[in-house]
């Protein structure tokens, strides 16, 4: 089974930084790979798929990165509406999450 | 507007059993694979079953397998999750949502319902 593990668990962030959310696989997954992101009390939001394709609809300043082992989300000068949950997710599989708060 | 609506949550005893509905609109259902996530109280996401479009492949958690069935009819653009010997565990929100990836095995969820709580206690 493989397991997904995203650090770090935490991100303190603020408005205008970027931040920069890692998931590891723990074999390779080639680039089958999606983020989500989650506000309290709302449905998970599709950001990326297929490691680095974006979601319609989703802001330039949101991308994916990585293959094999190694993922990166990046998103680049964060907004008040970023902060959240972010989790990566590969074949049912969800990491832990990371939440990026300022 | 793809729209999906859970209903079926509720308080029910260990031991008890309960079914989930996902009501799908917006999109041609029987073209879709089908997954239920469930989300513990202050946890993450944990893949609870999947279908695939034509309800002939489908697959569970192993923390669910032998308790959960998944099913669905095209016929109703609707999904099911039928819940027995529910556990205190098993406590969550569950949530409904569409994967264009199952085909091909690179499975991504990209419209979600709103979730329906379950909550399992004596």
């Known amino acids: 089974e493989i397991v997904m593990t995203q650090s770090p668990a935490t991100l303190s962030v603020s408005l205008g930084e970027r931040a920069t959310l890692s998931c590891r696989a723990s074999q390779s997954i080639s680039s089958i790979l999606a983020w989500y992101q989650q506000k309290p009390g709302q449905a998970p939001r599709l950001l990326i798929y297929g490691a680095s394709t974006r979601a319609p609809g989703l802001p330039a300043r949101f991308s994916g990165s990585g293959s094999g082992t190694e993922f990166t989300l990046t998103i680049t000068s964060l907004q008040s509406e970023d902060f959240a949950v972010y989790y990566c997710h590969h074949r049912g599989t969800f990491g832990g999450g990371t939440k990026v708060e300022i | 507007e793809v729209q999906l609506l859970e209903s079926g949550g509720g308080l029910v005893q260990p031991g008890g059993s309960l079914t989930l509905s996902c009501a799908d609109s917006?999109?041609?259902?029987?073209?879709?694979?089908m997954v239920w996530v469930r989300q513990a109280p202050g946890k993450g996401l944990e893949c609870v079953s999947s279908t695939s479009d034509t309800g002939g492949a489908t697959y569970y958690a192993d923390s669910v397998k032998g308790r959960f069935t998944m099913l669905r009819d095209n016929s109703k653009n609707t999904v099911y999750l039928r819940m027995n010997n529910l556990r205190v565990e098993d406590t969550a929100i569950y949530y409904c949502?569409?994967?264009?990836?199952?085909?091909?095995?690179?499975?991504?969820?990209?419209?979600w319902g709103q979730g329906t709580l379950v909550t399992v206690s004596s």
């Open positions: 917006g999109f041609t259902f029987s073209n879709y694979a």
């Open positions: 949502a569409r994967d264009p990836g199952f085909s091909t095995g690179a499975d991504y969820f990209d419209y």
